[in-house]
């Protein structure tokens, strides 16, 4: 074999071992990069929508009983978002979509609040007739809109404040 | 601030199958050009080394889609493609010591060493269908782990080879039980430390900003380092008793997340090693050959000179940055050239640039059972996977750093490259572990799909993460029972946290 075949083989040889490094490497930087952030002031640069398998299932609970809440989204006035503005998860954002928020420690909850004070499943907020509801699911320190304790699925206006354990959320546009 | 969005896990079958191509390819090309490089010609068997290699890695990858589905996809390609490299390059040893009229058959025992590995490793991934079933066996690892680590101390079971005593002889095979034995140890340390961690994590006295444990606390500490001392003193090897001390301190760390551990047992460590160099001759021989190998006097010490290390480097040198090609270099010069120093021969003959790219692959291999670790749900997963891809990345910073003088030569094997059969075997099972545990982390959560409607009583498992007690204030949600659940979850699958 001519000494040029030999050369040519010996660094093929390499570059075989690094496309295969990269190869593995790129196939890492899916699972680095592949978790979309979005910012919180800005505009949200990627589809702004719950994933379907992480919006929680209707309620047997819910006012509308085996009736599918609406897509809310009527006026300008529709809030766009939930922002924590309180307590441990401060500044974590949720795009509102057209299913419910479920607020808990569990780790099927939308939201997943690491608060010692809250229940496993503590609150949903859902939409229904153009607007947006906010639940107590029989929390053991409840769930307050303002000052006053939510008894029964009760309108949330923008801005409003929906008080779970330590942490106050708010629905922002 | 930002939202997280989580995104679709894919199950990544097909990538792993696309990767397996370049990987046995990379062994089955290093095969053919050892021959060629050597001979002149292709090795006579390449193509039913091939077909056989490509079955096996074809098998497991079979039973990954049958048995973990969702497990990582570039575990097993990176061990593939490792595994090839160092059977091609045993057997150019082998050729090498032909060459020189010194019959020599390693790379047929080692491909069977392979073949049965890659069984077990398949065996394994069938027959363990949840990693959290390896926790019922803590204290019985940790019994079978010591007298691992002890075995070789046995009077007639045990040979010392080249003044360690890390080697049992059962019929006709030699064998280190520490190669199993920091298997089982990873297995012990991560059923004791998730039960213990928080003891071990409560508050101590803050000493210039490092927050220190209590002395009373220090006890399973202490307890490792001793145990690892006197294997550097009985055995006389400083990579076996490093790695285990390491492994334990490495999982004290991932446990309690203490800057502290780390540092005490680093300390103990230098400290019990320097006191060692000073005390007995065979380990301040080692130091000497360490720190002056070039030193004439100690090169030509009849035994236990530095010749073998700097016949290393030397071959280091002559490999050069795109190496020497295979099968035309020289790494047959150096003893145990096919397995303690099987680094220095792959540098002599791929080059600089070659050994790189191993050397990432071992990151990439460490990185993604780290990410497994993250990933997984338990802690007793979260610890197991932690230390098992600490242990294989430390394992070669003890043989690279040895072979490249950052830290005294010892006798641990590297993983899946160098030549022996019980290094092959534990470090398939960890591979196998690793793809069990990453099967059940990358595996979407199962109660989003199929869970409970929300409001039905029953309650799903509280979370719980270390620190997030806070006083005062109104009463607390369920707190975990103290007996700790092994399907404990410490974080959410899903949503914002």
């Given at each position: 074999?001519?000494?040029?075949?030999?050369t040519?083989?010996?660094?093929?040889?390499?570059?075989l071992l690094w496309l295969?490094?990269?190869s593995?490497i790129?196939?890492l930087?899916?699972d680095l990069?592949?978790?979309k952030?979005v910012?919180r002031?800005?505009r949200?640069?990627?589809p702004?929508?719950?994933?379907?398998?992480?919006a929680?299932p209707?309620?047997p609970?819910?006012p509308?009983k085996?009736?599918?809440?609406?897509?809310?989204?009527?006026?300008?006035?529709?809030?766009?978002?939930?922002v924590v503005?309180?307590g441990?998860?401060r500044?974590?954002?949720?795009?509102?979509?057209a299913?419910?928020?479920?607020?808990?420690?569990?780790?099927?909850c939308t939201?997943?609040?690491?608060?010692?004070?809250?229940s496993?499943r503590?609150?949903?907020?859902?939409p229904?007739d153009?607007?947006?509801?906010?639940?107590?699911l029989?929390?053991t320190?409840?769930?307050?809109?303002?000052d006053t304790?939510v008894?029964?699925?009760t309108?949330v206006?923008?801005?409003?404040?929906?008080?779970?354990?330590?942490?106050v959320?708010e629905?922002q546009? | 601030?930002a939202?997280?969005?989580?995104h679709?896990?894919?199950?990544?079958?097909?990538?792993?199958l696309?990767l397996l191509v370049p990987?046995?390819l990379?062994?089955?090309?290093a095969y053919?050009?050892t021959?060629?490089g050597?001979t002149?010609e292709?090795?006579?068997?390449?193509?039913g080394?091939?077909?056989?290699?490509?079955?096996?890695?074809?098998?497991?990858?079979v039973v990954?889609?049958?048995r973990?589905?969702y497990?990582?996809?570039?575990?097993?390609?990176v061990?593939?493609a490792?595994?090839g490299i160092?059977?091609?390059?045993?057997?150019r040893?082998?050729?090498?010591?032909?060459?020189?009229g010194?019959?020599?058959?390693?790379?047929?025992?080692?491909?069977?060493?392979t073949?049965f590995?890659?069984?077990l490793?398949?065996?394994?991934?069938?027959?363990l269908?949840?990693?959290?079933?390896?926790?019922?066996?803590?204290?019985t690892?940790?019994?079978?782990g010591?007298l691992?680590?002890?075995?070789p101390l046995?009077?007639g079971?045990?040979?010392e080879i080249?003044?360690?005593r890390i080697?049992?002889r059962?019929?006709g095979?030699?064998l280190q039980?520490?190669?199993?034995g920091?298997?089982?140890?990873?297995?012990?340390?991560?059923?004791?430390l998730?039960t213990?961690?928080?003891?071990l994590?409560l508050?101590?006295?803050?000493?210039l900003g490092?927050?220190l444990?209590?002395?009373?606390?220090?006890?399973?500490?202490?307890?490792a380092?001793?145990?690892?001392?006197?294997?550097?003193?009985?055995?006389?090897?400083?990579g076996?008793?490093?790695?285990?001390?390491?492994?334990?301190?490495?999982?004290l760390?991932l446990a309690t997340?203490?800057?502290s551990w780390?540092?005490?047992?680093?300390?103990?460590?230098?400290g019990?090693a320097?006191?060692?160099?000073t005390t007995f001759?065979?380990?301040?021989?080692?130091f000497?050959?360490w720190?002056?190998?070039?030193?004439?006097?100690?090169?030509?010490r009849?035994?236990?000179?530095?010749?073998?290390?700097?016949?290393?480097l030397?071959?280091?040198?002559g490999?050069g940055?795109?190496g020497t090609?295979?099968g035309k270099?020289?790494?047959?010069?150096?003893?145990?050239a096919?397995s303690?120093?099987?680094?220095?021969?792959l540098g002599?003959?791929i080059?600089?640039t070659?050994?790189l790219?191993i050397?990432?692959c071992?990151?990439v291999l460490?990185e993604?059972?780290?990410?497994?670790?993250?990933g997984v749900r338990?802690g007793?997963?979260?610890?197991?996977a932690?230390?098992l891809?600490?242990v294989?990345?430390?394992?070669?910073?003890?043989?690279?750093?040895?072979i490249?003088r950052?830290i005294?030569?010892?006798g641990l094997?590297t993983?899946?490259?160098?030549?022996?059969?019980?290094s092959?075997?534990?470090?398939?099972?960890?591979?196998a572990?690793l793809?069990?545990?990453?099967?059940?982390?990358?595996r979407p959560?199962?109660d989003?799909?199929t869970?409970?409607p929300?409001g039905?009583?029953?309650a799903?498992?509280?979370v719980r993460?270390p620190g997030?007690?806070?006083?005062?204030?109104?009463?607390?949600?369920?707190?975990p029972e103290?007996?700790?659940?092994?399907t404990?979850?410490i974080?959410?699958p899903?949503g914002?946290?």
């Amino acid at each position: 074999m001519s000494e040029l075949t030999i050369t040519l083989l010996r660094l093929g040889y390499l570059v075989l071992l690094w496309l295969f490094v990269a190869s593995a490497i790129g196939v890492l930087r899916r699972d680095l990069y592949g978790t979309k952030i979005v910012d919180r002031r800005g505009r949200p640069k990627g589809p702004a929508s719950v994933t379907p398998g992480q919006a929680a299932p209707p309620s047997p609970k819910s006012p509308a009983k085996g009736q599918q809440p609406r897509p809310a989204k009527p006026a300008k006035s529709a809030p766009t978002r939930l922002v924590v503005t309180e307590g441990p998860l401060r500044g974590t954002t949720i795009p509102l979509g057209a299913s419910s928020v479920l607020i808990g420690r569990a780790p099927s909850c939308t939201l997943v609040l690491d608060d010692d004070y809250s229940s496993s499943r503590h609150a949903r907020i859902f939409p229904q007739d153009g607007g947006w509801f906010v639940e107590d699911l029989g929390s053991t320190n409840g769930t307050f809109l303002g000052d006053t304790k939510v008894e029964q699925p009760t309108p949330v206006t923008p801005g409003a404040q929906v008080r779970v354990g330590q942490s106050v959320l708010e629905l922002q546009r | 601030m930002a939202t997280i969005q989580p995104h679709r896990v894919r199950p990544g079958r097909g990538v792993e199958l696309a990767l397996l191509v370049p990987a046995l390819l990379i062994g089955l090309a290093a095969y053919a050009l050892t021959g060629l490089g050597v001979t002149g010609e292709l090795p006579g068997n390449v193509v039913g080394y091939g077909v056989g290699m490509a079955a096996l890695a074809l098998g497991l990858h079979v039973v990954l889609r049958w048995r973990a589905p969702y497990a990582d996809p570039v575990i097993l390609p990176v061990a593939i493609a490792l595994n090839g490299i160092g059977l091609a390059m045993i057997y150019r040893i082998d050729l090498g010591m032909v060459a020189r009229g010194r019959e020599q058959d390693f790379a047929t025992r080692q491909l069977g060493w392979t073949t049965f590995a890659l069984l077990l490793a398949a065996g394994v991934l069938v027959v363990l269908r949840d990693h959290r079933t390896l926790r019922r066996y803590t204290y019985t690892a940790m019994v079978v782990g010591l007298l691992l680590i002890v075995l070789p101390l046995v009077p007639g079971l045990g040979v010392e080879i080249n003044g360690a005593r890390i080697w049992i002889r059962l019929g006709g095979f030699s064998l280190q039980p520490a190669e199993i034995g920091k298997l089982v140890l990873a297995v012990f340390f991560a059923g004791y430390l998730v039960t213990n961690r928080d003891t071990l994590a409560l508050a101590g006295p803050k000493i210039l900003g490092l927050q220190l444990p209590r002395i009373r606390d220090l006890g399973p500490l202490v307890l490792a380092w001793a145990v690892s001392i006197s294997v550097l003193v009985l055995e006389r090897d400083l990579g076996t008793s490093l790695l285990f001390f390491g492994l334990f301190v490495a999982m004290l760390y991932l446990a309690t997340e203490r800057t502290s551990w780390v540092v005490i047992g680093l300390g103990l460590f230098l400290g019990g090693a320097a006191l060692a160099a000073t005390t007995f001759g065979h380990v301040a021989a080692r130091f000497d050959v360490w720190l002056n190998a070039l030193d004439p006097e100690i090169y030509n010490r009849a035994p236990g000179g530095s010749g073998q290390l700097v016949g290393g480097l030397f071959g280091l040198a002559g490999g050069g940055l795109f190496g020497t090609g295979w099968g035309k270099g020289r790494p047959d010069l150096v003893p145990y050239a096919e397995s303690d120093f099987i680094v220095a021969s792959l540098g002599e003959e791929i080059g600089l640039t070659g050994l790189l790219a191993i050397l990432l692959c071992y990151l990439v291999l460490a990185e993604r059972g780290l990410r497994t670790a993250i990933g997984v749900r338990d802690g007793f997963g979260k610890l197991l996977a932690g230390g098992l891809a600490f242990v294989v990345a430390f394992q070669c910073f003890i043989v690279v750093g040895g072979i490249t003088r950052i830290i005294p030569l010892t006798g641990l094997t590297t993983p899946f490259l160098a030549y022996g059969g019980s290094s092959l075997l534990a470090n398939w099972i960890i591979v196998a572990l690793l793809l069990r545990i990453s099967d059940d982390a990358r595996r979407p959560a199962p109660d989003l799909v199929t869970g409970p409607p929300p409001g039905t009583t029953t309650a799903p498992l509280p979370v719980r993460t270390p620190g997030s007690s806070r006083a005062g204030a109104p009463r607390r949600e369920g707190e975990p029972e103290p007996s700790a659940d092994p399907t404990e979850r410490i974080a959410g699958p899903g949503g914002v946290r």
